[in-house]
């Protein structure tokens, strides 16, 4: 069975800092990777997803991911954080030989960045 | 083309009461998935369906919980005799046919609180 974890709980940081969110999964074969963002009181957004080529990916709002196969990960990354970035960040996967095609999310991250 | 439409977006039953949750897909979308998330925890998902098919219910719970697609009208996630651990924000999310593993479109989440 596949599953994700994601390194922080709760990360702080102030405007302007740099942000790298890690993610991690557990599966054998193929899988899609993504990043969503549930800003307060919203649903999820997708930020940016990877299905094969470039490892490096970029998404909205200055994101970016890079998928490490043989780490297992795809860790979230944004240079310069803004104070509209607080919101809570969940890494999914998807196994691309599962027939029932439902996402298997992370406990999420949530992000507070101080202005 | 609107999004996926979730109602009601709050919804308070006491406890013992039924609980009915309504997801419209995205037009064109004939897949739709339920996921649940609790307090302090990332998207758990449910169910997945066609129209008129369950295709994946192995995230359901074995009793009280029910869900449907029927041919015309929304998706419906049903909870009978509900007790206060089923507190969460409900989510659904549509996709095109046979593309759930590629992208899923997620709409606002009911947030259902059992008193």
């Known amino acids: 069975a596949q599953s994700v974890s994601q390194h922080n709980h709760h990360v702080i940081l102030s405007e302007a800092a740099s942000l790298e969110l890690g993610c991690n999964y557990s599966y054998g074969g193929t899988v899609n990777l993504f990043w969503y963002v549930q800003y307060p009181g919203q649903h999820l957004q997708l930020l940016l997803k990877y299905f094969s080529g470039d490892p490096l990916v970029k998404g909205i709002k200055g994101f970016e991911a890079e998928f490490i196969k043989s780490k297992f990960s795809f860790n979230l990354r944004k240079p310069s954080v803004q104070w509209s970035d607080t919101a809570e960040y969940f890494c999914a996967v998807n196994a691309r030989d599962n027939y029932g095609q439902n996402f298997v999310f992370g406990p999420g991250t949530r992000l507070s960045v101080l202005p | 083309n609107a999004g996926v439409m979730q109602n009601p977006r709050h919804l308070v039953r006491r406890r013992g009461q039924e609980a009915r949750l309504r997801c419209s897909p995205m037009?064109?979308?004939?897949?739709v998935y339920w996921y649940r998330q609790l307090p302090e925890e990332g998207l758990k998902f449910m169910v997945y369906l066609q129209k008129e098919n369950i295709i994946d219910e192995s995230g359901m719970p074995k009793e009280r919980f029910s869900a449907e697609f029927p041919k015309e009208g929304p998706s419906i996630l049903r909870i009978q005799q509900v007790v206060r651990g089923d507190s969460a924000a409900y989510f659904c999310?549509?996709?095109?046919?046979?593309?759930?593993?590629?992208?899923?479109?997620f709409g606002p989440g009911t947030r259902l609180t059992v008193t």
């Open positions: 037009k064109g979308h004939s897949h």
């Open positions: 999310a549509s996709s095109p046919p046979d593309r759930g593993v590629y992208e899923q479109y």
